[in-house]
Every structure is written in structure tokens, then in C-alpha cells.
């Protein structure tokens, strides 16, 4: 743990640095350097002001709240079928994932559980998605640092992964297919076998992402031992998901807190690395990919039969009465803290989204890298801004 | 066998793909370069990309099943769907029987501007008055365009698929599109 | 140089300038149609631009047309004069390098008995022109750029020096056209029917040469002044239009220029075997086969380029003065004992 | 041509370089300067080398090339020493020795 | 004769009103890139006095390395866009009266002893390979201490340089 001491003496001397600057305001010479609003490496509209010296930075702060939807409030003027569709939209990548807590919640309150085929697709489409969002970062991390063909290729077999969610929901990226006490409708015939091609074609896609950037010496030169995060800080800081899992915390939702999905019907393992390096993040994200396809392979194998949706009222009124379920998003833990007053929508909705505390250790972990490293730092913590401001 | 370097065994996966799709299997011409037939890209213009039937285009507006009851336009998320009707008397259903109050359809718009594709409207029409078509391909370039009324919704009509088959082990059954 | 029509001296100049100046947008407008638009598009699964012309290959024109089309932007601090003098200065760099790449026994323009010395001299001047841009578009970005490009190029500058340094040992002259007679003329250990190409008795050479080039040109595992994700493009994030384009047709022109040197120098050039060196018929098929030897070269380049992720900055000076340094000396050594020994 | 030609712009050069050196403020410019003379010396060296047919001008032009080499890298990293220590590059301001 | 006259006129002026201007200029990058044009118009000169090996050395170490390097050390420092007023010191009438006088007597001296003595054009040219020669015979000892100077500065200059 001597990199941990040394880099904590680091960010000691430096944030001393940096009072010091801010107290006497004795120009230094350090500059200022704003990575956003808008710049490629923040896919989206988050800035993280960086004081430089040289091409190393000494503070780094992210300024987030250029994308604020307002969401929470948003769904608390609309009825619970209608906050999904808001809902879809917060981490665009894995939308069907987000649907899911939210929905649980709502289930929750009313006492009433979805049938098991509904879960079990639920939990297909739930790993899809999750699938669908590691894919593109296995991609982006790539062009983060400057390799430009790993993104086509994410996207070329992210396609298909999409079509197989828009074959059964209709949606690509907004599926809006979940709905309190089940599905809106049942897979369509064909497609399992369909999809085990696709799970196929992306182990394809996973073994390629190793050859060309895993395997990669320069890959490893630049993510190796950059923005090591050690787990008591991640743990400090909230950090959930494969950025936690890399930091060696043995950390999964799916297996410790299984909300009611069919994750604990299938043979599965979760994935860490100790490093806690960007390396890491990467490598058990990739992981994650691969495990996803078994989890999927293995739960086509045994869709049960039966209804799709449980008996629930025509017009939904959710009884008074709190609820939190948060799952293992493909970012990390995301939860719906859901108030009823027993009224067609949410008197409250708390949104609690992954990326908003993963992105809020970088100016934990950015203090002292060179410039180039943030990049690496923040493409490997891999955020998404609408889910950072919902 | 000793381990390839990275470096080399990256630019095999590079030179393989561009491999396949200069040259993809195609009986024995597979020698001569097809890279219209390797690429996964679609040439949009050219060549149309068939979405799946259940894909979620564009809504059809099936007018004589529509009661003007207004659930769709009341649980639409963003309101989106305007509707206005009147009643009329109709014709009894049997003769000597009372003469009913039918609600007639005077307006019908979705603004496609404001539209979240989401689907509610379809789902909570009880009469099975709006569908799903996966037809894609009525961009404008002025706004207010956007806006089809009952006329144009109408038309879509002759594009929607019928419904798909279910999955072994369901027990949803499939419905009808009334033509 | 008299049967060329045996025209005074300054027509016959005019004309090869003529000639080269117009090479330099025909040469990136190849390198871009073959490599940057249509390898890398089948490297990634993808068709490239397919509209414009035959197989999109009129693509670029459309792009310069249009880059031409565009309003020439300054911002408002940037200092204007030095903002744009720089891309001239970075294309006249690459125009330099053409003046002594020998296309066929009498197609040079400027034989220059210093030909390789010079080309090294000319080519180290685009960094100035980078510099300028960075410095005087008053952005942080380009400044920081600008500087990395500056302390990249200056880093590998002299590995490119010294793996030449290796084949000029060899070769035994800094003359270009020389160095194609000496490969064309040389033998490996008695067998010259192919002559010597340096590739095979210069290959660590010739490795280094490329990897510097690839770093001379800012190509992908060294391009961390251009970085898009980080740096937004670097020295040239200010410019629009016209001068973009200048600096874009000059990183392609010069990369035209570098893999013409590497042919030149390892590959043995225009010389076909099986032609005596002076065959003046080789006058026409020498640039053929340059042109050939050049794409060959080139692919390699934008192979590498399209596959890589990038280096960090201190990671590729680490490399430049820890790796590459110390192994082009060890290869001037060892081909000195060669040639002395042999 | 003259050989004055040459040796009249070596004069010039050696005058501006001169006035840079005494009436510049900044340690950079006056580095600049210097290069300016040695230069106004190099031209004069090939001048004369070629007036008198010997190569021994040309070799002493490098010569001085190699040392003016030297002493930027030298001469730079003093500067920047400098600036780093003091946050100036002004030479007026480097008046410690002053009693 | 003529065109060499042309183009010494040419050069010479460019020479000349660069290095005025990079005395007089209050940017220092502007400075930075007079300078480059008096070197680069230098260089050309040299080709003019059939010393090729000396032109190509003067752009490839001063243009492309020295004033890189200068560039690098001015941007490294902050350089500001748009003119400093403090460029120049108070003492530049002085300055300049010293440089006129020095100029002055130089240039007569010059007139006096040459006058319009020509350019011996019709010696021998020396190509590369002559200079070579003489540097690795007569002056070889010179060269080592060259070499041995460059070592010097350059391992003066790390240290001078490093941050600890």
C-alpha cells in the first residue's frame, strides 16, 4: 500500500498548495484548464476544472448539473406508468435496467409480484441492456485513449444486442417495457434463438476487445497503475459497480440483494480485480460482458411458462408507503427511494444513480496525474451524464 | 507456445476484419472484393434497414374504432395527443331499439415534436384503435409538420404488421389488426 | 539532366517545382481516399464514403470544396499575423521534404548530394510551424499541443537522424539517388539479383525509422498533440477552413514524403530488378513502382495508426530516450564493425 | 558580387545583436541577441573562406553552429531556472549581487 | 552574376529588416520568429556562397532545433499574446548610440581595407565531402572539444534544469 501513502502525501501537499492559492491569490503561474463543458472525453456536458501545473493537475473538480432534467420532480406530476418512460432516460445507454428498481419499488408498495416468466425475461432484457452499455464502454475506453477502431467495433455488435431489445419491446434505447406487476407483453417467437447467436457473436466481440486493447502493451502502459483507487476510499466515496469490483471490494446487488429477478436461478460469478486501477475497472467490466452472456445463455435455456402479468388493477393507485430497491445497474448500484400518498403518481421519487458518486471521487483520484490520465481516469470510471444529472 | 505481443496480435484483429469485409464468404466468389456485402454499416439512402414488426415507428390511428374516450391523450406523459370530438345520435344497433350517443371523431393530432415514443397511448386504448408501425421515414424539415392529424395518422394504417407469433410457453394471445 | 527536352535551366526548374508543388494535394488526396477513408473503414466493418464519384473516391475534393467554402475564422485574442503564417509554414516544410525524393534515375527535382541531411533539416521545420499555430491561437488546448508536439518532434527527431545514419554508413554517401544505386548495385553475400534493399541488412533500422516517422507524424500511438479526447485536436483546434486544410493536406503530404524517403532508403526506391541503374525507361516505370513501394510503406503506417491507442507524453519520451536512442547507436556501431570488418 | 556585400551585412547583424544584448530586458531576448552576433561572425567566416579558397571558414561556421548550440541549451535553462525561482525573466531584476 | 546580385539584395534586406525588427519588436514570439527569417535568409546566403553543408547544418540546428528550443523555453514561460511595453530597458538611447558607433566603424573599416574588392567566385567549391575531410584531419582536435563541449552542456543544462 505504499502507492496509497505516497499518493496521499501527494494530494496532502497539493490541496496545501492549493489553500495557499486560494488565500493569498499569489499567481503562481498554475493554469486553468476547463475539460468541458463540451469535450469529447466527458460524452456529454460535464466539466471538470483542472488547475494545471506543467501537464500535472493539482486540484480537479467536476462541475456537473449542465444536463439537470429534473426528473425526480418531473415524476412527481405524472402517474407511475407514465414515470418510466422518464425513467428510460437516465442512464440512456442501459435503459431497460433503470426501468426495473423503479418498478420494483412500485411493486413493492402495492404488494403484488410479478409472475416468474415476467421475471425471467425481465431478467434477460435487464442483462441485454447490460450488455448493450459494457459494450460501448469496452469501445470508448479505446478512443478515451486514442484507439480508434475498438469503438466501431462496439458499436457494430452493440447493434445486434440492440435489435434483439427492439425486437421484443419495440424500443432500442428506450424500451419502456416494464410495468408494475409484469411485462407489457411476451417475447416473440424466435427469438431465443436469435439472441443465443447474438450472446455467441458477443463473446466474439469480448475476445476481440482483448486482443486489441487488453492484450495491448500500450494500452496497459496507460492504464496500469493510473487513478488506483484502493477499496476503503471507494467504499468512503460510494463508488459502486465493476469500479468498485476493481477495487477488490466483493461487492454485487444481483447476488447480495436480489430484489425478486432470476439471478439467483442461474450459475453465475462476480467478478473483481484487485488493483483498482483504470486497468482494472476495465478488465472487470469486460468480465462482466462475458458473464453477462452466460447469465443470459443460461436463463434462455429455462424462460418458464405461464402469464406475464400479475393481477393489477386497470388504473394504478399505489398505496401510501415508502419503498426503496436499488439493483446492479451496468453502472453501479441504482436506486428509487418511492413516497406513495396512495395517489395515481409519486408524492416523491429519489433518484439514487450510480454515476453521481462515481464521478465525485475525481478530485479524489485525479490529484497529481498528468492530464492525458484524466482522460484515462474518467473514461475508465465510465460515467453517463444523464445519469450523473438526472 | 510463447505468448504473441499485444502489439502484433492487435493488428491481426485489425487486418481480419478488414479481411471479412473486403472479401466476405460468398461462394467461390469470395475473392473478388465485395465490400458492400462485408460491411455491417446499412447505405441508408440506398438500402433500407427493415426494422423488427413490433419496432416502435410511428402510431396508425384505426378511426372507426376510436370512441374519442380520451385515455390516450389523459395518460400520455408529455400530452401530446390532441382530440376533440362531438356526440351524435346514431342509429339504433337493432331496430326498435333506442337511438344510441356515439361519440364522432372531429379531431385527432399527435405532435410527433413533443412525442416520447413510449407507447402508452397504444397500450391503453381499449378499443384497439392505435398501432405500432415500424415505419420510420416521415421526417420534415418544418416543425409544425410534425403534427399528423386523423387523416395522415389514418394512413399509416396500411403499414402495420400484424402481431407477432408468441415465444413457446407464453400464454398471451396473439391479437388481430382490424384491416 | 540534359534530355529533357534540354530546356534552359530556370524553365526546367519551374517545371519540376510546378510539379511537385502539385504532387503534395495528390499524394494526401490518395493516402486520405486509400487509408484514412476506405483501410479504415474496412477495418472497421464499415464501407467508407461510397457517393461522391467512383467508389466515393472524389470524396475529399467535395471536402476541400467545402473546406474552401468556409469562413476563415480567427479568434478574437489570437495574434493574427503568426496565426496565419503557421500553416504555410508547416506545408512548406512538407514542399521542401518533395525537392529531393528521387521518382526515377533523372526524375528528382534537386539531386542534393546532402539529400538525406537536407531532408532531415527540412522536415524538423514544420515544427516551428506548429509552435506558431499553438502558441498564437491564444487557446490552452493549442498552446498545450503545440508544446507537445514541439518536445515529441524534437525527441524523435533524432532517432530518425540516426537510424538513417545506419543506412548512410552503408551506403557509403547522403545522396539519395546514390543510396537507390548503392541497394541497386550492392549484393548480400554474392547474390545481387534482387540487389541489397537495406530492409534486410538495415532492419533495426528500418524499424526505428518508421517508429520515429510514426511519431514525426504524429500518427496514433504517438499523436497526443492532435489527441481529439484530450487536447480536442491540439495545436490545430483554431483553425477552420481553408488553413485547416492546409495543415491537413500537409500531415498527409508529409507522410506521402516520409514513406517515400523510408522506400527510398530501405526498400531501394524506383530501381526495378533486372534494369541497369541508368535505364532511362526507368524514368517511367520508377515512379510506378515508388508509387507502389510508397502505399506499401504507407499502409503500414496507417495500419498501426488505426489500431493503437496513444501513448502518454512522458511515456513516449521515456521510449524515444531510453529505447530508441540507445538501440539506433548500437545499430550505427554494429554497422560500422560491419563495415569495416566486411 | 562584392565581398563587402557579405562582410557589411555581418557588421549589421553584429550591431543590431549588439544593441539587442545592451537595451533588452528580457533574459530570452537577450539570448536571441547573442545568436544574432554569432551569426553576423558565421557569415563573415564563409565570406572569407570562400574569398581565400580555403574550407577552413565553412568548418569554423560549424564550428561556432555547435558551440551556439551549447550555449541555448545552457543559457535556456538558466532562464528558465530563473523564471521558476523568481516568476521573472526580467535581467534588470537580478540585481541581488548589488551592494 | 546578376541573379546572384538579385537575390543577395533580396536576401540581405530580409536579413537585415528582420534582425532590426526582432530588436525592436515588444512580443518576444515575434522576436522569436524575426529571428528565424534572419536565420533562414542567412542560410540561403550560404547556399549563395556555395557552403550547402552550412546552409542544410544551419536549418536543421538553428531553425529546427535552437529556436524550437527557443520557442518552447518563451511559450514555457507564459508567454503573453500582444505586446509587452517592458520589453526594451531605459538605457536603449545609449543602447543604441553604442550599436550605431560600433556599426559605424566596423562598416568603415570594412569599406576602407576591402573597398570593392570582388568575391573570388573562381575558386575551388568545396561540396560536403571536403568539409568532412577537413574536419576529420586538420580539425580533428577541435571537433572532440566541440563534442566534449556539447556533453557539457548538455548534462550543465539537465541539471540546471531538474526541478529537485
Redesign the interface.
Known amino acids: 500500500m505504499t502507492a496509497t501513502s505516497d499518493r496521499e502525501q501527494m494530494a496532502y501537499v497539493s490541496a496545501q498548495a492549493a489553500d495557499a492559492r486560494v488565500n493569498v491569490e499569489l499567481d503562481t503561474g498554475d493554469m486553468t484548464l476547463n475539460i468541458g463543458p463540451q469535450h469529447p472525453a466527458t460524452h456529454g456536458t460535464l466539466r471538470i476544472a483542472c488547475q494545471l501545473d506543467g501537464e500535472q493537475v493539482v486540484v480537479a473538480e467536476p462541475i456537473m448539473g449542465y444536463m439537470h432534467r429534473g426528473y425526480e420532480k418531473l415524476c412527481e406530476v405524472r402517474t407511475y406508468p407514465q414515470c418510466t418512460t422518464l425513467i428510460n432516460r437516465i442512464d440512456w445507454l442501459g435503459s431497460f435496467a433503470n426501468e426495473v428498481p423503479f418498478i420494483l419499488a412500485a411493486e413493492r408498495l402495492m404488494e403484488v409480484e410479478a409472475p416468474p416468466r415476467a421475471q425471467w425475461i425481465r431478467t434477460i432484457l435487464f442483462e441485454l441492456s447490460r450488455i448493450a452499455n459494457l459494450a460501448l464502454f469496452l469501445g470508448d475506453m479505446g478512443v478515451q485513449i486514442g484507439a480508434l477502431t475498438p469503438v466501431f467495433f462496439a458499436f457494430r455488435d452493440r447493434e445486434r444486442v440492440l435489435n434483439q431489445i427492439e425486437e421484443v419491446t419495440g424500443g432500442r434505447f428506450h424500451p419502456n417495457f416494464d410495468r408494475i406487476g409484469g411485462l407489457k407483453d411476451d417475447i416473440p417467437k424466435g427469438w431465443v434463438e436469435e439472441t443465443r447467436s447474438v450472446m455467441e457473436k458477443m463473446r466474439t466481440f469480448c475476445d476481440e476487445m482483448e486482443d486489441l486493447l487488453v492484450g495491448n502493451e500500450i494500452f496497459q502502459a496507460r492504464c496500469r497503475g493510473v487513478g488506483v483507487i484502493p477499496p476503503e476510499v471507494a467504499l468512503g466515496y460510494g463508488l459502486s459497480g465493476a469500479n468498485l469490483r476493481a477495487s477488490g471490494v466483493d461487492w454485487d446487488l444481483r447476488r447480495d440483494a436480489n430484489p425478486g429477478l432470476a439471478w439467483d436461478q442461474v450459475d453465475w460469478r462476480v467478478w473483481t480485480h484487485p488493483d483498482g486501477d483504470s486497468f482494472a475497472r476495465y478488465w472487470v467490466r469486460l468480465q462482466e460482458t462475458r458473464e453477462a452472456t452466460r447469465i443470459v445463455d443460461q436463463l434462455l435455456d429455462g424462460i418458464p411458462s405461464g402469464p406475464i402479468m400479475a393481477k393489477v388493477p386497470r388504473i394504478i393507485k399505489v398505496p401510501a408507503g415508502e419503498a426503496y430497491i436499488s439493483t446492479e445497474n451496468p453502472l453501479g448500484e441504482m436506486g428509487y427511494y418511492v413516497v406513495s400518498k396512495g395517489d395515481l403518481g409519486p408524492f416523491r421519487v429519489k433518484i439514487r444513480t450510480p454515476s453521481f458518486n462515481n464521478i465525485s471521487i475525481v478530485p479524489w483520484v485525479m490529484k497529481g496525474v498528468y492530464v492525458p490520465d484524466v482522460i484515462t481516469i474518467l473514461g475508465s470510471l465510465y460515467f453517463i451524464l444523464g445519469d450523473i444529472d438526472r | 507456445m510463447p505468448q504473441l505481443p499485444g502489439l502484433i496480435k492487435g493488428l491481426g484483429v485489425t487486418a481480419r476484419t478488414a479481411g471479412r469485409t473486403l472479401f466476405p464468404k460468398r461462394g467461390w466468389k469470395t475473392l473478388i472484393p465485395a465490400p458492400q456485402k462485408g460491411a455491417v454499416t446499412v447505405q441508408y439512402p440506398h438500402e433500407k434497414e427493415a426494422p423488427p414488426d413490433r419496432a416502435r415507428g410511428v402510431i396508425a390511428l384505426h378511426e372507426e374504432n376510436c370512441t374519442a374516450c380520451m385515455l390516450c391523450s389523459r395518460s400520455c406523459p408529455d400530452w401530446c395527443i390532441y382530440i376533440e370530438g362531438h356526440k351524435v345520435k346514431a342509429p339504433p344497433r337493432r331496430e326498435g331499439g333506442k337511438p344510441r350517443t356515439v361519440n364522432m371523431l372531429d379531431r385527432f393530432d399527435i405532435d410527433y415534436a413533443l412525442c416520447m415514443y413510449c407507447g402508452i397511448c397504444v397500450e391503453v386504448c381499449p378499443f384497439d384503435a392505435l398501432f405500432w408501425t415500424p415505419e420510420y421515414e416521415y421526417s420534415e424539415s418544418r416543425i409544425a409538420d410534425l403534427l399528423h392529424d386523423k387523416d395522415r395518422l389514418g394512413e399509416w394504417m396500411e403499414t402495420v404488421p400484424d402481431f407477432l407469433d408468441y415465444e413457446a410457453g407464453s400464454e398471451q394471445k396473439v391479437r388481430k389488426v382490424p384491416r | 539532366m540534359t534530355s529533357l527536352l534540354a530546356l534552359p535551366y530556370w524553365q526546367e526548374t519551374g517545371i519540376k517545382l510546378g510539379l511537385a508543388l502539385a504532387v503534395i494535394p495528390t499524394t494526401s488526396l490518395i493516402l486520405v481516399y486509400l487509408f484514412l477513408f476506405k483501410?479504415?473503414?474496412?477495418?472497421?466493418?464499415?464501407?467508407g464514403p461510397?457517393d461522391t464519384g467512383p467508389y466515393g473516391s472524389l470524396q475529399l475534393i467535395a471536402e476541400a470544396i467545402k473546406f474552401l467554402q468556409k469562413e476563415d475564422i480567427h479568434p478574437e485574442?489570437?495574434?493574427r499575423r503568426?496565426f496565419r503564417m503557421a500553416p504555410v509554414v508547416v506545408l512548406a516544410s512538407t514542399f521542401l521534404l518533395y525537392v529531393v525524393l528521387p521518382a526515377g534515375p533523372d526524375a528528382i527535382v534537386q539531386n542534393?548530394?546532402?539529400g538525406v541531411?537536407?531532408a532531415?533539416?527540412?522536415s524538423?521545420?514544420s515544427?516551428?510551424g506548429i509552435?506558431?499555430a499553438?502558441?498564437?491561437s491564444?487557446n490552452?488546448?493549442a498552446?498545450?499541443g503545440?508544446?507537445r508536439a514541439?518536445?515529441q518532434?524534437?525527441a524523435y527527431?533524432l532517432p530518425l537522424i540516426l537510424a538513417v545514419m545506419g543506412v548512410v554508413i552503408q551506403a557509403e554517401t547522403?545522396n539519395l539517388q546514390d543510396i537507390v544505386v548503392a541497394q541497386a548495385t550492392g549484393e548480400i553475400f554474392g547474390f545481387g539479383a534482387i540487389g541489397n534493399p537495406f530492409i534486410l541488412t538495415q532492419f533495426i533500422a528500418f524499424l526505428i525509422f518508421m517508429i520515429a516517422a510514426q511519431a514525426e507524424l504524429t500518427q496514433?500511438?504517438f499523436?497526443?498533440p492532435v489527441?481529439?479526447?484530450?487536447l480536442?485536436g491540439g495545436f490545430h483546434i483554431e483553425y477552420t477552413g481553408f488553413r485547416f486544410l492546409l495543415f491537413f493536406m500537409a500531415e498527409f503530404g508529409t507522410a506521402f514524403a516520409f514513406a517515400a524517403l523510408a522506400s527510398v532508403m530501405f526498400l531501394g526506391g524506383w530501381w526495378i530488378p533486372g534494369f541497369e541503374v541508368d535505364d532511362n525507361i526507368l524514368n517511367v516505370l520508377g515512379p510506378g513502382v515508388m508509387l507502389g513501394k510508397i502505399l506499401l510503406v504507407a499502409f503500414f503506417i496507417f495500419?498501426?495508426r488505426?489500431?493503437?491507442?496513444?501513448?502518454?507524453?512522458?511515456?513516449l519520451q521515456k521510449f524515444a530516450w531510453k529505447v530508441l536512442i540507445p538501440l539506433s547507436l548500437a545499430n550505427i556501431v554494429l554497422t560500422g564493425i560491419f563495415k569495416v570488418v566486411f | 558580387m562584392l565581398l563587402n556585400q557579405f562582410l557589411i551585412l555581418g557588421a549589421v547583424l553584429f550591431a543590431t545583436g549588439v544593441y539587442g544584448v545592451l537595451a533588452r530586458r528580457n533574459g530570452v531576448m537577450v539570448l536571441m541577441s547573442i545568436e544574432l552576433m554569432l551569426n553576423a561572425v558565421n557569415i563573415n567566416l564563409v565570406a572569407f573562406g570562400m574569398q581565400h579558397g580555403v574550407v577552413s571558414g565553412q568548418v569554423f561556421a560549424l564550428f561556432v553552429i555547435a558551440v551556439a548550440a551549447a550555449e541555448v541549451g545552457v543559457g535556456l535553462a538558466i532562464v528558465l531556472l530563473l523564471y521558476r525561482n523568481r516568476t521573472s525573466i526580467d535581467v534588470e531584476d537580478f540585481d541581488l549581487m548589488r551592494g | 552574376m546578376v541573379a546572384q546580385n538579385i537575390f543577395f539584395g533580396i536576401l540581405a534586406a530580409i536579413v537585415a529588416i528582420s534582425a532590426l525588427r526582432m530588436v525592436t519588436t515588444r512580443n518576444i514570439v515575434h522576436a522569436a520568429l524575426y529571428l528565424v527569417a534572419v536565420l533562414a535568409g542567412l542560410g540561403a546566403l550560404y547556399v549563395l556562397l556555395t557552403a550547402e553543408f552550412v546552409a542544410t547544418t544551419q536549418v536543421l540546428v538553428y531553425i529546427g532545433a535552437v529556436m524550437v528550443l527557443f520557442l518552447f523555453g518563451i511559450m514555457l514561460t507564459k508567454a503573453p499574446l500582444g505586446n509587452v511595453m517592458e520589453m526594451t530597458g531605459r538605457q536603449w538611447p545609449l543602447a543604441a548610440v553604442v550599436a550605431a558607433l560600433l556599426g559605424g566603424v566596423t562598416i568603415y573599416s570594412l569599406v576602407d581595407r576591402f573597398g570593392s574588392e570582388r568575391l573570388n567566385t573562381d575558386g575551388p567549391i568545396y561540396r560536403t565531402a571536403d568539409v568532412s575531410d577537413e574536419v576529420f584531419s586538420t580539425y580533428i582536435v577541435p571537433f572532440e572539444a566541440v563534442s566534449v563541449l556539447l556533453l557539457a552542456a548538455l548534462i550543465g543544462a539537465i541539471v540546471l534544469a531538474r526541478k529537485d
Open positions: 483501410m479504415m473503414a474496412f477495418m472497421q466493418s464499415r464501407l461510397n485574442q489570437a495574434d503568426v542534393l548530394d546532402t541531411f537536407y532531415m533539416a527540412v524538423s521545420l515544427v516551428l509552435l506558431m499553438g502558441w498564437a491564444a490552452k488546448y498552446l498545450l503545440g508544446l514541439a518536445g518532434l524534437i527527431e547522403l496514433t500511438p499523436d497526443m489527441a481529439e479526447t484530450e480536442v495500419w498501426v488505426f489500431t493503437y491507442p496513444r501513448l502518454r507524453e512522458d511515456q
